[in-house]
């Protein structure tokens, strides 16, 4: 069975403090890992997509990094503003729909 | 381009009431997706659409039916509302030749 499953399920930080988020996954077959940044009462926003292990992608103080069992997003000196939701989610090959993990909510403290 | 766009925002019904759902994109995409999510369960997949006139089931389509008269809207109905429906609802939707999913701002819904 597909599944995704991220960690830990929040996480407290100072500004300044860098760490990683967690995603790790079992899927026949990956086409796609996605991370998608929910703050409260919107919906998720698209970050990055991986397509095959060893990719990584970056965006200002993110970067996504992927290996053929698990997925983390590092997030290099967070301000307050970048406090949200962060979702991973998998596609399998060729089934169009994706499986999402539960989310790991990261608050940044000035 | 408005995006995704879902009406209504909230919505508080009895049990045993209807309701439908409407999500429309601008963005011209084949691919459209209703989604749920609770509190410690991640977003699920309740039907999808690949296109026109097309449905099919995801992974929680029980209690709702949809519906794809036009490319452009997907809707998404609770013919008898139960407390378990009860959620925040997303609507998504993305173009043939990519992976990516794009969302909308959600429906919240409360079932007494």
Redesign the interface.
């Known amino acids: 069975e597909d599944q995704?499953t991220q960690s830990p399920e929040a996480l407290r930080l100072q500004e300044g403090e860098s760490s990683s988020l967690n995603c790790s996954y079992t899927v026949s077959g990956l086409?796609?890992l996605?991370w998608?940044r929910q703050d409260p009462?919107?919906?998720?926003?698209?970050l990055f997509?991986l397509y095959s292990a060893g990719e990584e992608k970056e965006k200002e103080r993110l970067k996504a990094t992927l290996t053929k069992k698990e997925s983390f997003l590092h997030i290099t000196a967070p301000k307050p503003e970048d406090s949200a939701t962060y979702?991973c989610?998998v596609?399998a090959s060729n089934t169009?729909?994706?499986i999402?993990?539960?989310?790991t909510t990261l608050q940044v403290k000035p | 381009n408005a995006g995704v766009t879902q009406t209504p925002k909230f919505r508080v019904l009895k049990t045993g009431q209807s309701m439908t759902l409407l999500c429309a994109q601008d963005m011209n995409h084949e691919y459209m997706y209703w989604y749920r999510q609770d509190p410690g369960m991640g977003l699920r997949l309740i039907h999808y659409s690949v296109g026109e006139g097309t449905t099919a089931k995801g992974e929680v389509p029980d209690g709702y039916n949809v519906s794809r008269l036009k490319k452009q809207n997907f809707l998404l109905g609770l013919e008898s509302a139960a407390p378990s429906q009860t959620s925040v609802y997303f609507c998504a939707s993305r173009w043939t030749g990519t992976d990516t999913q794009y969302f909308g701002p959600g429906t919240r819904l409360t079932v007494l």
């Not at chain 1, 009462?41 to 698209?46: A, D, L, N, T």
């Not at chain 1, 999402?100 to 989310?103: A, L, P, R, T």
């Open positions: 995704v086409r796609g996605f998608y009462g919107k919906g998720p926003e698209f997509t979702l989610a596609e169009g729909k994706l999402f993990g539960q989310g």
